[in-house]
Each structure stands twice: as C-alpha cells, then as structure tokens.
C-alpha cells in the first residue's frame, strides 16, 4: 500500500510546496487587530470546549464582550471566570443551537446585555464516525440537527441583527471535510459541506442586497487536538483517531482573523490549504487518498473499542479544556502494538 499512496500523492508535492510558500496566516493578531476586538461584542457557540473556548478565552483577552452560549451551563461558567479574570466580559447563556428558540433567546439575551452584536461565531457541532449503513439514522439526523440547522439558525438570526445595524461579521466554523468528504464521516462531511455552501449563498444575497458591511466567512479546519475526540459518537469499532492533527490554537487564530478579516473561505494551515486546493485539482484522486489513509489508521491500525453516541443528546461531563489528548493516546496505542506479543 506504501508504493501506491507514494505514487497517487506526487501529484500534489508542487502543491504542498505552494502552500508552504505561501503562509499559513495562522500567526496571533497584532495590537492593533487586538485594539479593534477590544469592546466589540461576540457571540460564541460551543464555547464551553474546544475551539470555541479558546477563541472564548482570546476574545476576553482582548477585552471584548463575549456571549457564552453552549448546552454545558458548567463549562460556560468556567470560561466565563477566566474571561472576567483577563479584564474581559462575559454573560453565559445555556443553549442548544438545534433548538431555534434557544437561538433565538441567545441573541435577545445578547443584545439585552449589550446593545448589539458585531460578530456572531457558529462554532458548535457533534462528531459521528463509523461505517454508514453501520450507524443509526436518528444519529445521523442528530448530527444535521447540531452542525447544520445550528448554523442556519444563528445565522438567521445574526444577518437578521447585522441588517438592522448596518454592518456585522459571521463567521461559520465549517472544516476541511466542506471540502474533501471522509470515508466513515460521511453524515458530519455532509453537515459541513452545507455549511460551506450555506455561506456561499449567503454572500452573493449580501451583494445583491448592497449589505457591504455585512460579509460571512467559513473557517475550514484540519482535524485538531481538541476534547471532540474524547466525546465523538462512535460507531467504527475502533477507538477515533485523525492523521496529523493540529493544534487548537492554529485554528483560533483563524477565526479571530476571520473575525476582523472576513473573507469568504478560509482553510486552516498547510494541510488545510493543501487538502483544499488539491481537491480543487485533483477530486478523485484527494478523496481517495484522504480515504485509504483514514482506513488504514481509524479501521486497521486503532484499538477495540465499543459504540457510543458520546454527547449527541447530551453535554460532556465536567468544565471542558481547549486541547485535548488524542495524539498523546495515539502515541500510546502505536507504541502497545509495537511491543512483542507474549509467548
């Protein structure tokens, strides 16, 4: 298998090249992008885990007003004192982004608070792995639910906000699966792939209406060392694993550019942008590669492990971290298989 992906992936050597040349933009923002944040208000889902407590957190570093908003009312808390301890505001708002009244409730209590919203972050969503026919429907359903009408939802009502204020920013944590779909992720790929076509559409309406103010950004990351692994809904058998994962902090420099910056589509990093543009060269062939290496890693390589439905229907336990553990765990789990079987 090694002389074969060797030989599919020179194609896109020249392009992880250009990628490399060109610069990752995933470098903290300067004082000045930091003075700009300063006093604006955010709306952040997901924000008691992962990529939205981090941004979360940076946000209150810079002194914004930050609105809290995920189903973990713990988590939410936790941010929010951090936030409150580095000079910034917080108000936390318990939501479920797949429930449109919540959303709603979300961006009242927001403009209740603060009088407006300047930027609105759709970072929320579920993880689901494992063979399709092999996962239950309502699962998958749970997965659109969270990743895509949570989207729709916040941002209907953000444009709505942005309309009447004049100006706004969305940003849309969309993936590089809204990209290059993944083997074994086909609902989640399907979730993210809508979102990057929902903020496609959705800027060619803001120009046609003559809202230049008003711009809509998805952030497309690679896979990333957050909690999410820790908590996905599993249905492969096999414990979850991602290739080459990156650093959180990587993908929220993104998203605080996107903030300030907003362009249309923004993957993340090196390998973002080289899975990006080399699906745009070489579709079949970058599919197929992206899915003879996840099999060989998530259905060959990884341990046993049973099925869960991790926190689809309900919040993870505890307060959340930023990062997580799964290349440390998959260090571990290669280094088990490496050692000799007993005799």
Known sequence: MRSTLARAARPLLLLLCLCLLAGCATSPLRGSERRQLAGKT???????????????????????????????????????????????TALVVTTDVSWPGDVERLARAALLRFGRIDVWINNAGVGLIGRFEDIPVQHQARVIDVNLKGVIYGSHVALA??????????????????????AYQASYAASKHAVLALGRALNEELRLAGQRQTAVATVMPFGTDTPLYSHIANFSGHTPRSLLLDDPQKVVNVILHAALHPREEMPVGWKGKLSYHAHRLFDDLTEWLAATLYHHQQMERAPATPATTGNLYSPSPGTGAVKGDTRARIRREEEARAQPMPR
Request: charged content about 10%; cysteine-free.
């Open 42 to 88: 955010v709306v952040v889902t997901g924000a008691s885990s992962g990529i939205g407590r981090g941004v979360a957190l940076a946000l209150g570093r810079v002194h914004a007003n930050v609105v809290l908003a995920a189903r973990g009312t713990a988590g939410l808390q936790s941010v929010a004192a951090q936030i409150e301890a580095a000079g910034g």
């Open 161 to 182: 906000q942005f309309r009447q204020q004049g100006r706004g920013t969305l940003v849309n944590v969309g993936s590089v699966e809204s990209e290059v779909p993944l």
